[in-house]
């Protein structure tokens, strides 16, 4: 399948924010426990709740997610915002918690403090690499070849400079997306919440 691949321009962020809510929406709907992780964390940091409290609220927490990560260049879709890929570039991560301020990406704050084993090991990686925050495609379009077509360019540049990819995941379904792709799973990591439960993820690699 020939998709033409976009850079998503500023003026696209609210667009693109529907394109993820959709896409996300289906993963957490079968996935709980994330659901749950990320509400809690932030209820504890900001007496706030974002993604799962009502339309309002989900919306905003991806307009400020592609507030952060638009400017750095590297968040790619189609011309009809199909999907939506979003890399962060070598030396990008952890993120920079006075641009997660900035822009009101609180879970970016949660995320920088390494809460969870997964982003610690994330974090503390040696080498220069490329990590891929957010992949997501609107469900009328899945199963389509646009996830794998939105990744293309980054992992096609990386190879090039002899770089690594990176990537962590919540779902079998994204284990087996992504080794479709060329990445595989390098650690498996159970993380703790409230009542005695666990969240499980997935780190994944791709060698350039």
Not at 32 to 42: S, T
Not at 182 to 187: A, M, T
Request: some cysteine; overall charge negative.
């Amino acid at each position: 399948m020939n998709l033409e691949i976009i850079r998503l321009e500023k003026t696209q962020i609210s667009q693109a924010a529907e394109t993820l809510m959709d896409a996300f929406r289906i993963e957490w709907e079968n996935q709980e426990e994330v659901q749950e992780e990320e509400d809690f964390l932030l209820q504890i940091l900001f007496q706030s709740t974002t993604v799962n409290d009502d339309e309002e609220n989900y919306r905003s927490y991806w307009e400020a997610f592609l507030r952060y990560s638009q400017p750095l260049r590297h968040v790619y879709t189609t011309p009809e915002i199909k999907g939506v890929a979003a890399w962060i570039p070598p030396l990008g991560y952890p993120l920079d918690i006075w641009r997660c301020l900035e822009v009101g990406y609180y879970w970016g704050l949660v995320n920088s403090l390494s809460f969870f084993s997964d982003i610690y090991y994330i974090q503390n990686l040696k080498q220069p690499y490329w990590y891929l925050f957010a992949l997501g495609v609107s469900k009328d379009y899945q199963r389509q070849g646009i996830g794998s077509a939105l990744i293309q360019p980054i992992l096609k540049r990386a190879s090039c400079d002899g770089l690594p990819c990176h990537l962590l995941t919540h779902t079998e379904e994204g284990v087996k997306f992504y080794e479709s792709n060329g990445f595989e799973v390098i650690k498996k990591f159970e993380n703790p919440l409230k009542l005695e439960k666990t969240v499980t993820c997935w780190a994944m690699k791709k060698e350039p």
